[in-house]
């Protein structure tokens, strides 16, 4: 409804009430220097068209996917959504209770979730998964944290590979549990360097992250990786792009015990950044230090099937002290696009999702590797997307694409693995061969410095 102002009387009303003369009465005890003694320096009120009006012209200036070519990636990626996606969440039978504590009400809410989960523990090949996180980057930070109490263990292994961000929020969170947080040093591929992950494990670690495919779109040697993690008996927590693992092994099959994700690619919209959505999977021994929701699947007294939550660990249910997690809360809207996708793919859906995802990235290759002065610089197999190596500073090459409708991708000056000239470019299942060989010639324009008609 719209704000409507108190009135004069009305605010005298409440002070008479409250036995105030004035409002100023009310900040009495603060000092007078701290107190605004002049009006506040704002323009008069708009009206109701006038204010419309301003933010219709302010969104104008906004230029979404639906009008640029987007190459853009690094854990959110524009995607192609099935419009039956929006068509079957918005159906009433899953207008049921956001948090499902009543079972008898919730039924819908607590099936899809159930779900959801059994698609994540089939995707990952391990045994539990939890309702969902909030995204990737806090479900690596909680995963972490499940791993060293498990461990009991007060150290924990980034790869230098990983996505800054994620690392980021690791690296905020264990600096509150007084965790030591070391890095593996990458190699001059662009991966992981086995031997300097051997160098700095010791048996103090409890936890070894492997990023699969990296920040970069390589893909890492989780089996020595893993190898020498579990060599220190470390958790091995996966981080992975849940579409990828419909074409690589997975965080199963090279011992992983738990893997995380954002799973943003199954049906959710990039939407200028969020929401996501974080998945987490663990091994059967892990599955009571799961944060956050778990649904079960049970029968009631009459043998009929239902569904409830269960290993319940959070904060609100039991002794603040004995709680895994302060996570709160899941993307259950989020969580329900995901499984919908996921069920209208079913298997061999997913399977082709990730081939398509590899002929793509097969085709920019191709695309860029006869330009002139623009370098490939890892030669490894990819996923998803790949480093270009340009002759000048990425950044003018992105401000050169987006005159001409591409956002080409993301600068790598600041990622430790990368200099000023190296250009992280993504490439999904909705980027077409004309799109591919437009940023093509757009490379070709930039480095020749010629116009592009």
Not at 6 to 32: C, R, Y
Not at 277 to 299: D, I, Q, W, Y
Not at 321 to 331: G, L, P, R
């Amino acid at each position: 409804m719209p704000y409507v102002p108190h009135t004069a009387e009305d605010i005298q009303a409440m002070l008479k009430v409250i036995g105030a003369n004035s409002v100023d009465d009310l900040f009495a005890d603060l000092p007078e220097n701290v107190r605004l003694q002049d009006a506040l320096d704002i323009p008069d009120g708009l009206c109701e068209e006038e204010v419309l009006r301003y933010f219709k012209k302010a969104a104008g200036k906004n230029h979404g996917q639906d009008q640029l070519t987007s190459f853009l990636g690094g854990g959110v990626y524009d995607c192609a959504i099935p419009a039956a996606v929006d068509a079957i969440i918005g159906r009433s039978e899953f207008l049921t209770a956001y948090t499902p504590y009543q079972p008898e009400v919730s039924q819908g809410t607590l099936q899809v979730i159930y779900e959801w989960q059994t698609f994540m523990c089939r995707l990952t090949g391990l045994d539990v998964a939890n309702a969902s996180m909030y995204d990737g980057a806090t479900a690596l930070g909680e995963a972490v944290l499940v791993a060293l109490a498990a461990t009991r263990k007060k150290t924990v292994v980034l790869p230098e590979t990983l996505n800054p961000r994620y690392g980021r929020v690791v690296a905020t969170m264990m600096r509150g549990m007084n965790v030591t947080v070391l890095v593996a040093p990458a190699g001059p591929d662009g991966t992981t360097d086995p031997a300097g992950l051997e160098k700095i494990m010791t048996d103090d670690v409890g936890c070894v992250v492997i990023q699969n495919p990296n920040y970069l779109g390589l893909v890492e040697q989780v089996d020595a990786l893993s190898a020498l993690a579990k060599g220190r008996k470390a958790i091995v927590v996966a981080a992975v792009n849940p579409v990828s693992l419909a074409v690589l092994k997975t965080p199963a099959e090279y011992g992983a015990e738990i893997a995380v994700g954002e799973a943003q690619p199954f049906g959710i919209p990039c939407s200028w950044g969020g929401p996501l959505l974080g998945f987490m999977a663990c091994t059967e021994k892990l599955k009571r230090r799961l944060p956050g929701r778990v649904v079960g699947a049970t029968t009631d007294n009459r043998g009929n099937s239902g569904y409830v939550l269960t290993l319940q660990t959070r904060e609100q249910h039991i002794r603040r002290e004995k709680a895994t997690s302060n996570i709160c809360s899941n993307q259950g809207l989020n969580a329900l696009r995901a499984t919908v996708y996921m069920s209208m793919l079913g298997t061999e859906g997913l399977q082709e999702l990730g081939e398509a995802n590899l002929t793509r990235i097969t085709a920019l290759r191709r695309a860029v590797k006869d330009v002139p002065g623009v370098e490939i610089p890892y030669a490894g197999p990819v996923f998803n997307e790949m480093v270009l190596r340009l002759p000048r500073p990425a950044r003018e090459f992105l401000s050169f694409a987006r005159k001409n409708g591409v956002l080409a991708g993301i600068d790598l000056n600041e990622f430790p693995v990368g200099t000023e000239n190296d250009l992280l470019v993504a490439v999904t299942e909705k980027r077409t061969a004309t799109e591919i060989n437009h940023l093509a010639e757009l490379l070709t324009a930039f480095t020749s410095e010629t116009e592009v008609k």
